[in-house]
């Protein structure tokens, strides 16, 4: 398969460095001017659901490093232990699970993950640098192990809150979905950047997420 022989894409410095800049400036900016919202979000999960405020979300990301992630929490306790009880509902091929009524959400989770509120905490993953704003998504540790090694390609660059799926529409196939993360990969620019940003906006006031 062509993806599996094609080398990694190398950077300039320059444009690596501008990349971090640019995440460090947003994302202090906008959690900074989300503050009251994130409280009110945190508010909304404690009052409405029992369990803690945050999932903590234990991931893979660059070159096969592990770290810490959160979430807003979206789902009832012990979610994770439901979700083989789940698996031959899956929506999506391959070894990443999607389910668009997903019946362990919450009330507050369903409209929190439709406008993609819960994943605001992330942002103190992008100002740590485990994450940037754009990219390849990061990916669980149980799912990693099924990738195949072109498939790993995603994530031979930075994970990200934003990827190109959430411009183009999340495709069923997973195939697919992994070749638009390499398709950003091997054309990414600081206005690729810009530009899924931008379109991240309509992307979340739309809450064309599920």
Same mark, same amino acid.
């Given at each position: 398969?062509e ?22 400036i ?7 001017l ?8 945190a ?5 409405t ?12 990301g660059?070159h ?5 992630s ?18 031959? !509902?899956?929506?999506m091929?391959?070894?990443v ?7 362990r ?9 439709k ?6 905490? !992330?942002?103190?993953?992008v ?14 540790? !149980? ?6 090694e072109? !498939? ?9 809150m ?5 411009i ?5 196939d997973f ?23 931008c ?12």
């Amino acid at each position: 398969m062509e993806h599996s022989i094609r080398h990694h894409k190398q950077f300039a410095k320059w444009e690596l460095l501008l990349k971090r800049v640019t995440d460090m400036i947003i994302s202090v900016a906008s959690l900074l001017l989300l503050s009251p919202l994130l409280v009110v979000i945190a508010l909304s999960i404690k009052l409405t659901s029992l369990g803690p405020i945050l999932y903590e979300w234990n991931v893979v990301g660059k070159h096969d490093k592990r770290f810490r992630s959160y979430k807003f929490r979206t789902m009832i306790v012990g979610a994770d232990e439901l979700k083989r009880y789940l698996r031959h !509902q899956n929506e999506m091929t391959g070894p990443v699970f999607k389910m668009k009524k997903d019946p362990r959400a919450t009330p507050v989770g369903r409209i929190l993950r439709k406008f993609s509120l819960d994943e605001l905490p !992330q942002l103190w993953s992008v100002l740590k640098g485990d994450m940037s704003l754009v990219g390849p998504r990061p990916v669980g540790p !149980q799912e990693w192990e099924h990738f195949e090694e072109w !498939q790993r390609r995603k994530l031979s660059v930075t994970p990200g809150m934003i990827c190109l799926w959430h411009i183009r529409g999340k495709p069923e196939d997973f195939n697919e979905w992994i070749k638009l993360d390499l398709e950003y990969i091997d054309n990414w620019s600081i206005w690729l950047d810009l530009r899924l940003l931008c379109g991240a906006v309509w992307y979340v006031i739309s809450g064309s997420n599920y």
